[in-house]
């Protein structure tokens, strides 16, 4: 469900049920062309609908973070951090274009870049392998 579809109303119902937030990741540096910046959202869309048609009804997804900064691992530690203290009990952040190799974002319970992923599996194998970390992410 995105942030969008929601109203004060639906929220204070739907709050017990959507407990995981998803925070998309876009990862540009700001020197992409506006051809390239659509085709990072698309890689971005297509990397969120592994998560998001399938887990709909518990993932609520955020507006997307979306630049390369030196600042990028302490901005998305603190975004989590506040996204839990508004009630959500897991964060996930997810990117298409992005790595998290290295990167220490502890106040997110998880982190899935699509480039990390291609390092390790197939293409045809992420979405199952995403799914089954949602699934462990929620057995904690």
């Known amino acids: 469900m995105k942030f969008s579809e929601m109203n004060h ?26 051809v390239e910046a659509t085709e990072a959202l698309e890689r971005l869309r297509d990397f969120l609908d592994t998560v998001e048609i399938p887990f709909k009804g518990r993932i609520m997804t955020y507006p997307a973070y979306h630049y390369i900064s030196t600042e990028m691992s302490m901005t998305l530690n603190t975004l989590s951090s506040e996204l839990k203290a508004s009630g959500f009990k897991y964060v996930v952040i997810m990117s298409a274009d992005g790595s998290f190799s290295g990167v220490e974002i502890p106040n997110a319970d998880l982190l899935l870049s699509q480039q990390d992923l291609l390092q390790q599996m197939e293409r045809e194998s992420i979405p199952r392998h995403v799914g089954e970390c949602i699934r462990d992410l929620w057995k904690k």
Not at 15 to 21: A, M, N
């Open 9 to 34: 109303n639906s929220w204070a119902e739907l709050q017990l049920y959507l407990d995981t937030c998803l925070v998309p990741f876009t990862a540009m540096s700001g020197q992409q062309s506006p």
